[in-house]
């Protein structure tokens, strides 16, 4: 019985995304638990080191959480061979040039969405990482949450019927800044830093879409900077130069619509910062992050619109919950453990560089049918 010890150097680890998801949820918890068990008595156990610019922050994050090893010296990390896995959730714009490098050094890539803030440069890194050779996935965590696991078991069961339409909500209200500290990175507001709302959330609602639903073949969208100043980190206050906001429709194949509401300027009176609802000829659900609930057409309320007396329906109460059913992981690591299996096992794991990159193309043909007024046509990504 062998143990598979697979360094992993961690790149923008003292990051949100970076500390909380990949290093404590995921990482630490794959130690926590004794490694991933293979069926053959096997095991993989991840070894990280953990890689930024500030020492300080380094050192403090690794003895907090008892990681042994860490260092701000990126091209040493990828020249030493223990270190077989490359993982990236620095800011957006800094991660093509350190994936190439990693590539470049032979290391597999994984990687936070977005992969790089152009489809070309999103493409030449799938490019490179197939010639190369190299295993390589991008973080689809959506995927994993348990309240889209059970939409996509009601897809698969059958439950709807002809979809007929989908409509997403998400989003919530990010502080300013001002009176209160603002619970997103400044970055996120700066198109110059990478930034906007159809950057970040477009690259997650392409393959929410493509693996739920269907491909996504068109897309209206309407972007907006609602909020146009706000203060940074250090106090500063900064012009908010990318969207906030995003009013999106997509077409998929087979016909379905998709209306996608995309916003850090909203108040949520909803069940959940991110809703799915689906419409089809025999049901509907709704999904937020953990739960979901049905109305089967034999179910469904027969309302007649009379504002002149109380609304007698409590439309709410009308839904039934789908069971559990089963026991739900942490959807960053649940990936992780799948990615790191394909690593050692060859498993498959579909969600490659080249998937990474439809989801920068969905951000770009979104921003230009925006500028341009205009619905866009979603052309098949090829290597
Ligand atoms: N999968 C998801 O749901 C999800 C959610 C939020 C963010 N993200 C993505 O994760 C990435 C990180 O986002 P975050 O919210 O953790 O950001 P963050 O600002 O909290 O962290 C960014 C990390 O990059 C590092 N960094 C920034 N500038 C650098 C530089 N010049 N040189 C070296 N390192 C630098 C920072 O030190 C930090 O470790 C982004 O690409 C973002 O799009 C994904």
Not at 20 to 26: A, D, T, V
Not at 234 to 254: K, P, V
Not at 320 to 349: A, C, M, Y
Request: hydrophobic share 40%.
């Amino acid at each position: 019985m062998t143990v598979h010890t697979l360094g992993i150097i961690m790149n923008g680890v003292t990051g949100r995304m970076g500390t909380n998801q990949h290093l404590i949820r995921s990482i630490l918890a794959i130690r926590g638990q004794g490694g991933i068990q293979l069926p053959n008595g096997d095991s993989i156990m991840p070894d990280p080191i953990l890689v930024g610019r500030q020492a300080h922050k380094l050192q403090a994050l690794a003895e907090k959480h008892g990681v042994a090893r860490w260092s701000t010296d990126l091209e040493a990390c990828l020249a030493d061979p223990h270190n077989t896995i490359y993982f990236d959730s620095q800011t957006t714009l800094r991660r093509a040039e350190s994936v190439k490098q990693a590539i470049a050094a032979g290391k597999h890539i994984y990687c936070e969405k977005p992969t790089a803030d152009s489809l070309q440069e999103s493409l030449a890194l799938a490019k490179l990482a197939r010639e190369a050779g190299v295993k390589n996935g991008v973080v689809q965590d959506k995927l994993f949450l348990p309240g889209l696991i059970k939409l996509k078991r009601l897809v698969d069961a059958g439950y709807f019927g002809r979809i007929l339409s989908v409509r997403m909500e998400f989003g919530y209200w990010v502080f300013e800044g001002d009176w209160q500290a603002a619970q997103r990175p400044s970055w996120n507001y700066r198109k110059e830093g990478g930034g906007g709302i159809i950057v970040d959330m477009f690259a997650h609602w392409r393959y929410v879409l493509d693996n739920l639903f269907g491909e996504v073949k068109a897309v209206s969208c309407l972007g907006a900077t609602h909020i146009p100043e706000r203060v940074d980190e250090q106090g500063e206050r900064y012009a908010c130069t990318a969207d906030d906001a995003a009013y999106a429709i997509f077409q998929l194949e087979g016909g379905i619509i998709v209306q996608a509401n995309s916003s850090w300027a909203v108040r949520v009176e909803r069940d959940d910062l991110l809703t799915i609802q689906v419409d089809g000829t025999e049901g509907s659900a709704v999904a937020g992050l953990r739960d979901c609930k049905v109305q089967h057409r034999v179910n469904t309320p027969k309302p007649v619109w009379n504002p002149d007396i109380p609304n007698p329906f409590k439309f709410t109460e009308q839904w039934q919950e789908v069971p559990d059913n089963q026991l739900f992981e942490n959807g960053f690591k649940v990936q992780w453990e799948l990615f790191l299996k394909h690593v050692v096992t060859g498993s498959p794991f579909p969600w490659d560089l080249l998937e990474g990159a439809k989801g920068t193309q969905m951000a770009e043909l979104g921003l230009q049918s925006w500028a341009e007024r205009r619905w866009v046509d979603v052309p098949a990504l090829e290597l």
